[in-house]
C-alpha cells in the first residue's frame, strides 16, 4: 500500500470511529436523560444575599431552606414529589410529614403518641453520622442541643420560638431563665453551651442514645409538622464552641446530610460537595447525584437571571430571585419546557384593614365599609397585572386551597372576580358615606406594589372611594409604620395596606395561618397588622391548637375563618404560585418536569441529576 | 418705445403724488424671515399640532370614552396580564394597568408644557434681574451674583431634585421649584454680557446725564435691547426635557403621563417585579 492509500485509510477509519462514538453518546445519552439519573456535574445556582446564616436556627427564609436540604437533615421532612394543584391527593401526600432521621412518623397507632396526646417518641435511624473526623453517629442529644440553643442570647435566637415555646413543656420557663441569667452575664460561646449543657429543659428527653422524647403542654395535633421544621435540625457537639448563627460558626459547618459546605465567602459563593459519611440507605428522602453545588452569589437582577439559564451559564437560581413575572406569558406560549410552575397556597398578596383607624368617621371600623371595599375589588385586574392566572390564584377567604379548613366562601362573590361597584356604592350609602370617602393606603414602594396599588385604587374608584397612596420603602418604614402604629398614639396613620403572608407549612396550618394573622394581639410589631379582635375567634384558635383530633381542628378553623371573613377583616386577593426556571441540563425524578418539596418551596437539588453532566 | 411715449410716462410719475417710504418694524422683519424658512414654519406647525393636542385632551378623553386614569383591566389587558396594542379602541395601545395610552400622553403634554413655560417665565425673569444688576451695578454685586450664578450652573440638579424629592416628597411644584432654580443661571450670565456692553453706548449716558435713576435705565434703556438675546436663550425644550428626566426617576406627580413617565413607566413593564414568589412575611425577610 502507497502512502496515499494508507492515508486515506487511516482518514476513513478515523472517520468511522467518530461515526461510532457518537452514536454511542446520543444513545447514551438519550438512555439516561429518559430514565436512571446520571451523577456527576456541577450544578450551578446564581442567588441575590443568599440564606444569610448556614445554621438552621435563625434561617427563617427560602434561600436558607433550600440549602439546608443538602447539609442538615431533620426527623421528619416532606417528600419530594410534583403536585399539579394545591388540592388532591399528591398535594396531600407533598404536604404530609414523612420519616427522614426518624423511623417513623409518631402516631397513636404506632405508640409514638401517647394516649393523652402529650408525649411524642421519636427513633433515629442507626447509622446517620456527622461527617466528623471520624464520623459519628447523631444522636437524641444532638436533637436537644438544638433545642437548647434556640433561646441563646447571642444576635440569632430561633427564627420562630413561638411554635415550641407554646408548645413543649418547660420550653417558655427554659427560654426565660436564659435571658434572665445573661442580662449580666457575659455572652460567649463557652459560657453559652455551658449553661445550656447545665440546665436540661424540663420537656425534652433522651432515654436511650436514639431516642428522643418531647413532652407537651397540651395536644396539638400539628404538632409533627412543628418538627418538621427546619429548625429542628441536629446539632453536632462542635457547634458549642460558636454562638449560633455567627461567622465563625458558618465557616465550620457540619453536616449529616448528603452534601456538607466546603467553602462559604460571604456576599460571594458557597460551595458544596458530596459528604463521604453520608449513606443512601439511612435517607429515603436525597440522593448525591451532583459532584459540587456551586452558589454564586450578588446578582439582583431578574432579566440577568433570566438571560443565564437560557444561555446556560447557570442551571438555577435561589429562593431569593426570580424571573421576570412579564417574561412567563411568552414563556407559557412557547411552551418552554425549562419553565415551571408550581402549587402553592398563601396570602400573597392580600389587603389589610385598620380596624383602629378614627379617619373618616371611624370609616375602617364600620363592618358595611368593609364590606363595601370587598365587593368593590376587581381581583381578576389584580390577577392580570400580577403575572396573569397562571400563577395567582385568585381567593375568597383566608384560608386557601389545599390547607385544612378550607372552604369556599362565597358571600362578597362578584362575577368574574371582578368587583361590584354598584353593591359597593349601596353598602356605603347604607353606611353614611353615600358621597364616598377617602382613605390612606400603605403599601411597599417597588415597582411590584405599586402596580397592585394603583390597580386597586381603579377599582376602589368606581364605587367612590379615593384611595390616597402612601408609598414607603420596604423593609423600612413600611414595616415600621404597618406594625407598630397600633401601638403608637397614631393608629389612623393608615386605613389600608398590602400584606403578604406565607404560612410556614401547609395543610393542617391554622397556628402559622390563622392565629398569627386574626388572633388577638395588638402590640408592637404584630403580625395582625389591622387590630383584628373577636373574642369567639380567639376562642375558636385555643379550641383547635389543643385539639388531637385533625379533623376536630380543621372543623374549628374553618369556624374560625367563616367568623373573619364575615367581619371582612381582610380582603384575601390571590395565592401566587411558585415559578422556577432551570437549565435545560437539569433533571429530576419525578414525572413530567417538576421537582417541588413544599417546605422548601423550590427546587430540592439532593434530587436533581445533570445531562449532560459537565461541567 | 417712441420718445413721445417715454415723456408720457415720465410726466405721469413726475405728477404722480410722492409715495411714503414704507418702515418695517423689527417683529415685521422676523416674521418675514421666519415664513421664509421652510425647517421654521415646519416646526411652529409641529409645535401648534402638539399644543392643540394638548389643549383638546378632554375632548379625545370623551371621544374614545376613556380618562386618563381610568383602568380598563377586562378590554386593555390580554387575560396573561400583558397590556394590549395599538387598535380601534386604544388607539396607542393600554398600559399594564389597562389605562389608554394615547389620552394619558395628551394630558401628560398639557402638564409638560405647563411646566416648560411657567419654569421658563419665572428663570427669564430671575435671570434677567440677577443678570441685570450684575451687569450695570459691577463691583461686588457683579462678584456676588457672578459666583452665585457659577455655583448654580455647576450643582448636579438630578440630586437636588432627587434630595428635594425625599424631603418634600414628589410633586409637580417640586418639579418647578427644582427646574426653575436652574433655569435663569444660564440667562444671568448671557445677560450680565450684554449688560455691560450696552451700559456703554451713549444713550444711556444720556439717560443719566437727564437724571435717569439705575432702575429706569435697567427697566427702560437697557432690557429691550436685551429681548433678542434672551429669546435666544429661552429653554422651552430645555425645561420639558428636564422635566421628563425628572418624571423618568419618579421625582414628578405620577397621576398622569408626560413624556419622562411613559418612558419610565415602559421600562418598569420589561423589568422585574418579582415573578410569582413574593418576599415571606415582612418580619423574617
Known amino acids: 500500500m502507497n502512502a496515499r492509500a494508507r492515508a486515506l485509510a487511516g482518514l476513513a477509519a478515523a472517520l468511522l470511529a467518530a461515526t461510532a462514538l457518537a452514536a454511542c453518546s446520543s444513545s447514551s445519552a438519550a438512555k439516561t436523560a429518559s430514565g436512571a439519573p446520571l451523577k456527576g456535574g456541577t450544578l450551578r445556582v446564581i442567588s441575590n444575599t443568599g440564606p444569610g446564616s448556614l445554621d438552621p436556627i435563625p434561617t427563617y427564609n427560602f434561600a436558607g431552606y433550600e440549602l439546608e436540604r443538602g447539609y442538615a437533615r431533620q426527623l421528619l421532612s416532606y417528600p419530594t414529589t410534583s403536585p399539579p394543584t394545591a388540592s388532591g391527593t399528591a398535594w396531600t401526600r407533598s404536604t404530609t410529614p414523612v420519616p427522614d432521621m426518624a423511623t417513623q412518623v409518631p402516631s397513636t397507632a404506632n405508640g409514638g403518641i401517647s394516649g393523652n396526646g402529650l408525649v411524642y417518641t421519636y427513633h433515629i435511624r442507626s447509622g446517620v453520622d456527622w461527617n466528623s473526623s471520624p464520623p459519628r453517629q447523631v444522636t437524641a442529644a444532638d436533637f436537644i442541643r438544638e433545642f437548647q440553643a434556640f433561646c441563646n442570647p447571642g444576635q440569632f435566637p430561633v427564627g420562630n420560638s413561638t411554635y415550641f415555646t407554646s408548645t413543649i413543656a418547660g420550653f417558655s420557663s427554659y427560654c426565660n431563665a436564659e435571658a434572665g441569667h445573661f442580662k449580666h452575664a457575659k455572652v460567649a460561646p463557652a459560657n453559652v453551651a455551658a449553661w445550656q449543657n447545665s440546665h436540661p429543659l424540663s420537656g425534652l428527653s433522651a432515654p436511650s442514645p436514639l431516642t428522643l422524647q418531647v413532652r407537651l403542654t397540651q395536644p396539638a395535633s400539628d404538632f409533627n409538622q412543628i418538627m418538621a421544621l427546619p429548625f429542628v435540625s441536629a446539632r453536632p457537639k462542635e457547634y458549642d464552641a460558636y454562638l449560633p448563627g455567627s461567622a465563625q460558626l458558618n465557616q465550620h459547618t457540619m453536616s449529616d446530610g448528603p452534601y456538607q459546605v466546603s467553602s462559604y465567602v460571604p456576599n460571594k459563593s458557597i460551595v458544596l460537595t458530596p459528604n463521604p459519611a453520608w449513606k443512601q440507605a439511612t435517607d429515603p428522602l436525597r440522593h448525591q447525584y451532583v459532584t459540587k453545588v456551586v452558589v454564586t452569589l450578588g446578582t439582583s437582577s431578574e432579566q440577568t437571571v433570566l438571560t443565564d439559564l437560557q444561555a446556560g451559564s447557570q442551571d438555577l437560581f435561589l429562593a431569593d430571585l426570580g424571573i421576570p413575572s412579564q417574561n412567563i406569558a411568552s414563556l407559557q406560549a412557547s411552551n418552554d419546557k425549562r419553565l415551571r410552575i408550581w402549587p402553592s397556597s398563601n396570602l400573597n398578596p392580600y389587603i389589610i384593614l385598620n380596624l383602629r383607624s378614627p379617619n373618616s368617621g371611624g370609616a375602617m371600623k364600620k363592618l358595611a365599609v368593609r364590606q363595601a371595599i370587598q365587593f368593590a375589588v376587581n381581583k381578576s385586574a389584580v390577577v392580570k397585572v400580577n403575572g396573569g392566572p397562571a400563577i395567582n390564584k385568585v381567593l375568597s377567604s383566608a384560608i386557601g386551597p389545599g390547607n385544612i379548613g378550607y372552604q369556599p366562601y362565597t358571600k362578597y362573590a362578584t362575577p368574574n372576580n371582578a368587583g361590584n361597584p354598584a353593591k359597593c356604592k349601596s353598602l356605603l350609602a347604607s353606611a353614611g358615606y353615600s358621597h364616598g370617602l377617602t382613605l390612606g393606603y400603605l403599601y411597599p414602594n417597588d415597582s411590584g406594589d405599586t402596580t397592585i396599588f394603583e390597580s386597586i385604587q381603579g377599582s376602589l374608584a368606581r364605587c367612590g372611594i379615593t384611595l390616597k397612596g402612601m408609598p414607603k ?14 401601638q403608637t398614639s397614631k393608629p389612623g396613620t393608615w386605613d389600608m395596606s398590602t400584606g403578604s403572608w406565607f404560612p410556614d407549612w401547609f395543610g393542617n396550618n391554622g397556628r402559622t395561618l390563622i392565629q398569627p394573622l386574626f388572633q388577638t394581639n395588638c402590640s408592637l410589631g404584630t403580625v395582625n397588622a389591622g387590630c383584628y379582635s373577636s373574642p369567639t375567634v380567639d376562642k375558636l384558635i385555643s379550641q383547635a391548637l389543643k385539639s388531637s383530633s385533625v379533623s376536630a381542628a380543621a372543623s374549628m378553623w374553618r369556624q374560625a375563618n367563616l367568623t373573619v371573613m364575615n367581619d371582612a377583616a381582610i380582603v384575601p386577593l390571590v395565592s401566587a404560585q411558585i415559578t422556577q426556571y432551570a437549565s ?17 418551596q423550590r427546587w430540592d437539588f439532593t434530587n436533581i441529576w445533570l445531562n449532560p453532566n459537565h461541567p | 418705445m417712441s420718445v413721445t411715449e417715454i415723456e408720457f410716462q415720465a410726466r405721469r410719475a413726475e405728477d404722480a403724488p410722492a409715495a411714503g417710504i414704507e418702515g418695517r418694524s423689527q417683529w415685521r422683519l422676523t416674521w418675514q424671515r421666519l415664513r421664509g424658512d421652510k425647517v421654521a414654519v415646519a416646526s411652529a406647525v409641529v409645535i401648534v399640532i402638539i399644543a392643540g393636542l394638548a389643549i383638546a385632551a378632554p375632548a379625545f378623553a370623551a371621544l374614545t370614552g376613556h380618562g386618563p386614569t381610568q383602568q380598563f383591566p377586562n378590554t386593555g389587558i390580554s387575560a396573561t396580564g400583558v397590556p394590549v396594542g395599538p387598535g380601534k379602541q386604544f388607539w396607542l395601545g393600554a398600559d399594564e394597568l389597562g389605562r389608554d395610552l394615547f389620552v394619558r400622553i395628551l394630558y401628560g403634554a398639557r402638564i409638560s408644557l405647563l411646566v416648560g413655560v411657567v419654569t421658563t417665565v419665572i428663570g427669564t425673569v430671575a435671570g434677567l434681574a440677577i443678570g441685570m444688576m450684575a451687569g450695570y451695578y459691577g463691583g461686588w454685586i457683579d462678584t456676588v451674583l457672578s459666583r452665585l450664578t457659577d455655583a448654580v450652573l455647576a450643582f448636579p440638579y438630578i440630586i437636588l431634585g432627587l434630595a428635594l424629592a425625599v ?23 448671557v445677560v450680565r454680557g450684554q449688560t455691560l456692553s450696552i451700559k456703554e453706548k451713549e444713550y444711556i449716558e444720556a439717560a443719566r446725564s437727564v437724571g435717569a435713576g439705575p432702575w429706569r435705565v435697567m427697566f427702560i434703556d437697557i432690557m429691550p435691547n436685551l429681548m433678542g438675546p434672551v429669546l435666544a436663550t429661552l429653554s422651552i425644550p430645555a425645561a420639558i426635557i428636564f422635566e421628563a428626566t425628572l418624571s423618568f426617576l419618579g421625582l414628578a406627580c405620577s397621576r398622569r403621563r408626560r413624556a419622562g413617565a411613559t418612558c419610565w413607566l415602559g421600562r418598569r413593564a420589561t423589568t422585574a417585579w418579582p415573578g410569582g414568589t413574593w418576599c415571606s412575611r415582612p418580619w423574617r425577610c
Open chain 1, 473 to 486: 420603602p420596604s423593609g423600612g418604614a413600611y414595616f415600621t409604620d404597618l406594625g407598630n402604629t397600633p
Open chain 1, 584 to 600: 435545560t441540563r437539569v433533571h429530576s425524578a419525578t414525572a413530567g418536569t417538576a421537582n417541588f418539596n413544599t417546605i422548601v
Open chain 2, 167 to 189: 424631603v418634600l416628597g414628589p410633586s409637580l411644584p417640586v418639579v418647578i421649584g427644582v427646574i426653575s432654580f436652574f433655569a435663569w443661571s444660564g440667562i444671568a450670565r
